[in-house]
C-alpha cells in the first residue's frame, strides 16, 4: 500500500463521520462510484453522508442506496473529513461545499489527471479510465472486501465513464477489474440496460431534429449539427439532454472529427469529439482548458451558429494543413 493510500485509510477508519460527494453535473462515474465507496463503508459500520446538491441523475437512480443521497447537507450535522470524488478541480466543486461543516481532512479521489486544486488536502490521482476502477484499485489495496451493492455501482461508473470499454484508455486492467466487480455481484444487464436502453421519448425526437441539421465536410473528415434554442424549449428538455449526441456525428464512417453546436444565452455552446487522436487540445488550444485531446466543450460568444461553424472549420483546415506540412518536411 502506498502512503497516500495508508492515509486515506486512516481517515476511512478513524472518522466520526465523513463527507462523500462527487462533482457538479454529477454522472455515471461520479455517482457510481461514491455509492460503491459507501457501501464498503456501511460494511465496515462507518458513518458517511453522501451529498449531491443536484441529486442523483434519473437513469441512475437504480443503483442501490441512490435513495440515500442527500441534497441538503443535515442540518447540525458535522464531518470530520470528506472525501471528494472524480474531481480535483476546485471549480467543479458541488455548489455549496465551501460553507460545508468539514472539520477534518479533505480527499480528492481522482482519474483526472489535468484537474488543479489550491486547497490543502490529500489528492489520490491516478491515470485511470474512470473513478469506478481507481476506487476498486484502492478497495483491493485496503483489503477492504467489496460487497454486491458496491460491486453493482462501481461496475456501472467503469461502463459509464469507458463507454463500455470504447476508448483507447480502457486497459487489460480495466476488464479484469470489470470482471472481479461481476464476479462480486455486478450485472453487466442491469447496467446496460437502464445505462442505454431507457432513452426518454422526448430525447429519441430532440435526436431526429439533430439529425435533419447533421452536415459533413468530407475533406475535412468533419461532421457537425446544430440545436437551435427553440430545440430545446419545444420539446421541453434541460440542456443536458444534449450530452452525448454528438456521438452520433462523429460515429459515421470516414468522420474523425464531430462536433455539436448549440444556442445558449451565453453564445454558442461547442461539443466537440475526435475519433481518433485528434489532438483537439492543440488546435482549440486556448478553449482546451475543460477538455482531453479527444473531447472539450466551450462557449463561444458572440456567434450565431453559422459563424461558429465556419470559424471550427477554418481552424480545423489549417491545424490540417500545419500538420500535412510538417509531414512533407519529414
Ligand atoms: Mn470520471
Redesign the pocket.
Known amino acids: 500500500m502506498t502512503p497516500d493510500v495508508a492515509q486515506l485509510e486512516q481517515h476511512l477508519l478513524h472518522s466520526a463521520h465523513l463527507l462523500l460527494c462527487t462533482h457538479r453535473a454529477p454522472d455515471g462515474?461520479?455517482i457510481g462510484t461514491m455509492l460503491g465507496l459507501w457501501h464498503v463503508l456501511q460494511q465496515q459500520q462507518r458513518a458517511a453522508t453522501m451529498w449531491s446538491p443536484e441529486g442523483v441523475p434519473a437513469h441512475l437512480r437504480f443503483l442501490p442506496g441512490a435513495e440515500r443521497v442527500c441534497t441538503q447537507l443535515p442540518a447540525g450535522q458535522r464531518f470530520d473529513a470528506a472525501i471528494v470524488i472524480?474531481t480535483s478541480d476546485d471549480a467543479l466543486l458541488p455548489e455549496g461545499f465551501a460553507d460545508a461543516p468539514i472539520d477534518g481532512p479533505l480527499v480528492f479521489i481522482d482519474?483526472h489527471m489535468h484537474h488543479r486544486s489550491s486547497r490543502d488536502a490529500l489528492f489520490i490521482r491516478r491515470p485511470a479510465p474512470?473513478?469506478g476502477e481507481l476506487m476498486a484499485d484502492l478497495l483491493s489495496d485496503m483489503q477492504w472486501p467489496l460487497n454486491a451493492e458496491a460491486a453493482r455501482c462501481l461496475y456501472t461508473a467503469l461502463v459509464s465513464?469507458t463507454a463500455s470499454f470504447r476508448y483507447a484508455i480502457t486497459t487489460p486492467h480495466t476488464h479484469r477489474t470489470a470482471a472481479a466487480l461481476i464476479a462480486a455481484g455486478a450485472s453487466p444487464t442491469e447496467t446496460a440496460r437502464h445505462l442505454y436502453e431507457r432513452i426518454p421519448l422526448a430525447r429519441a425526437r430532440l435526436l431526429g431534429v439533430l439529425l435533419h441539421t447533421l452536415s459533413v465536410d468530407e475533406p475535412l473528415r468533419f461532421a457537425w449539427m446544430h440545436c437551435p434554442a427553440a430545440t430545446l424549449r419545444e420539446l421541453g428538455l434541460p440542456n443536458n439532454a444534449l450530452d452525448g449526441m454528438v456521438n452520433v456525428a462523429r460515429a459515421l464512417r470516414g468522420i474523425d472529427t464531430a462536433a455539436l453546436f448549440s444556442e445558449t444565452p451565453d453564445g454558442i455552446h461547442v461539443e466537440i469529439r475526435s475519433k481518433t487522436d485528434g489532438n483537439l487540445t492543440q488546435w482549440l488550444g486556448d478553449y482546451a482548458a475543460k477538455g482531453t485531446r479527444f473531447g472539450l466543450q466551450f462557449t463561444l460568444p458572440h456567434h450565431t451558429l453559422t459563424s461558429a461553424t465556419a470559424w471550427i472549420r477554418e481552424r480545423l483546415a489549417a491545424h490540417q494543413r500545419t500538420a500535412v506540412d510538417a509531414a512533407e518536411k519529414r
Do not use: K, L, T
Request: no cysteine; charged share 45%; hydrophobic share 30%.
Open positions: 462515474d461520479g472524480d482519474h474512470a473513478a465513464d
